[in-house]
């Protein structure tokens, strides 16, 4: 289990990619309000909580992929781990379409890059960040991208999902 200064940490760090992306502009406050309320569920460790709070918050608007991130995130703390591979594929099938809309979005790449970390494919996003840095050589965030993705795994690994085996499943 993660320590309450990890627990904060992680909040601080990805609630910006977590709530107020795509969810600003989207849905109703109520979705907001219990997007807020999943935030506050995690950082108590209240798992289950936030769990259910982001599946209410789901059937409300299901194409934030902050929620989708969200919902693996609770998954995979509650060792859901299929659950959580379906969340993060859902959360980077949604980037993916915004960043296909607008490809040089600073955060909708890295979002996007995030997700496939998450789902342990940190050579496919590697290659994606790679690219978008190519295209767009001035953008800062793009020239230190491995330096962000080893930051990334570095403070929260414990969320990336273990490899598929060959039958589909996640390793144990």
């Not at 992680?10 to 997007?35: M, N």
């Not at 840095?133 to 999902?161: K, S, T, V």
């Amino acid at each position: 289990m993660l320590k309450p200064s990890a627990i904060l940490r992680l909040v601080t760090a990805l609630a910006p990619l977590f709530v107020t992306a795509s969810l600003a502009g989207a849905p109703d406050t109520g979705t907001q309000e219990l997007a807020n309320r999943a935030n506050l569920a995690m950082a108590e460790e209240d798992w289950e909580t936030a769990d259910q709070l982001l599946e209410e918050a789901l059937e409300r608007t299901d194409d934030a992929p902050e929620l989708w991130i969200g919902r693996g995130f609770t998954r995979k703390q509650l060792e859901r781990i299929e659950d959580a591979r379906e969340s993060f594929e859902k959360a980077l099938e949604l980037y993916l379409e915004r960043a296909g809309e607008d490809p040089d979005n600073p955060g909708l790449v890295m979002n996007v890059g995030y997700t496939l970390v998450l789902l342990n494919r940190r050579d496919d996003a590697v290659a994606y960040l790679e690219d978008a840095a190519e295209r767009n050589p001035e953008e800062p965030m793009f020239q230190r991208f491995e330096q962000i993705i080893d930051g990334l795994e570095e403070n929260f690994g414990e969320y990336i999902l273990p490899e598929k085996d060959d039958d589909g499943a996640g390793e144990p």
